[in-house]
C-alpha cells in the first residue's frame, strides 16, 4: 500500500521556523510531482506549495511566498517544506501528497501533521 509520512511538526512561538518531511514508501514517487497542503480548523483544505518530479519547477501560495520554501531529495524520496517566520496564521494540519505531475490532481495523500504557532 501506498504510503506518504509526514513529520517535522510541532508547536512553536510566532517568528520560529520548522521543517517539514514527508517520506514515501515507493521509489516510484521519485517521479511524482509533490505537494503539500494545510487546513485550519473549520477551514477547508488549502495548497500551499508544490515541486515537479525534478525539483525544476515550484509553486507557492501568495500567503507562504518568501517565507516557506519545498525542495526534494528523491535519492531518500523525501519531500520538505522549510517554514520560516511562522505566523499563527499558519496553525493548521499540514498534509503531503504526490501526483503523476504538476498539472494532474493530487491523488496520494499523508495523515498530515499538526503545526502550530503561538503569538
Known amino acids: 500500500q501506498v504510503q506518504l509520512v509526514e513529520s517535522g511538526g510541532g508547536l512553536v512561538q510566532a517568528g520560529a521556523s520548522l521543517r517539514l518531511s514527508c517520506v514515501a514508501s515507493?521509489?516510484?514517487?521519485?517521479?511524482?510531482?509533490m505537494g503539500w497542503f494545510r487546513q485550519a480548523p473549520g477551514k477547508e483544505r488549502e495548497f500551499v506549495a508544490a515541486i515537479s518530479w525534478s525539483g525544476g519547477g515550484t509553486s507557492y501560495a501568495d500567503s507562504v511566498k518568501g517565507r516557506f520554501r519545498i525542495s526534494r531529495d528523491n535519492s531518500k524520496i523525501t519531500t520538505y517544506l522549510q517554514m520560516n517566520s511562522l505566523k499563527p496564521e499558519d496553525t493548521a494540519v499540514y498534509y503531503c501528497?504526490?501526483?503523476?505531475?504538476?498539472?494532474?490532481?493530487?491523488?496520494?495523500w499523508g495523515q498530515g501533521t499538526q503545526v502550530t504557532v503561538s503569538s
Open positions: 501528497a504526490a501526483a503523476i505531475s504538476l498539472q494532474r490532481p493530487f491523488d496520494y
Open positions: 515507493e521509489r516510484t514517487f521519485s517521479r511524482y510531482a
